[in-house]
């Protein structure tokens, strides 16, 4: 299982950081690769809750499900990623001071199998390591942008 961790502080509070992320309809605006994320059921957050993901890949545009499988209010959101696409993409909030946050971003994947995916192994966990860094500075700066919007008031 493949494993990587980032952790980098974001200028907002938890309490705005998290409301940014725990809404389903801003994923696209900072999750790589995907350009749909729709509740397929009738919770849109929280625990358990599904949604399809049509993800945009290079050649591939494959519809993935995607469930909220860890959740504790303004600490931990995990996204688990079940098809062919697959992992664990689990973040975390703590304070840390002054209107500011951390947010640690983790992902979990299975490496490819069998001799191909053994020969390609170096380039997924570079393409991983780069879509969770793209992931999570793209997040940063979306929570950064709401913050600084009238938006906070109105979406909690």
């Known amino acids: 299982m493949g494993h990587i961790k980032y952790a980098s502080d974001v200028g907002a509070p938890i309490e705005v950081a998290f409301t940014y992320t725990d809404n389903h309809l801003f994923v696209p605006d900072w999750m790589f690769a995907v350009a749909g994320f729709e509740p397929t059921g009738e919770i849109d957050h929280g625990l358990g809750a599904l949604y399809t993901t049509k993800a ?5 545009r494959p519809t993935v499900v995607c469930e909220i499988t860890e959740y504790r209010r303004n600490v931990v959101i995990g996204y688990t990623l ?8 689990t973040l975390r909030f703590d304070p840390l001071g002054y209107g500011r946050s951390v947010l640690t971003s983790e992902a979990e994947y299975a490496p490819p199998s069998g001799l191909l995916g053994r020969l390609c192994l170096g380039l997924v966990n570079s393409a991983v390591k780069s879509a969770l860094r793209r992931t999570e500075s793209q997040l940063r700066r979306e929570i950064e942008e709401f913050h600084g919007t009238d938006l906070v008031g109105r979406i909690a």
């Open 56 to 60: 945009r890949v290079p050649l591939w």
């Open 82 to 89: 079940r098809g062919r696409l697959s992992g664990t993409l």
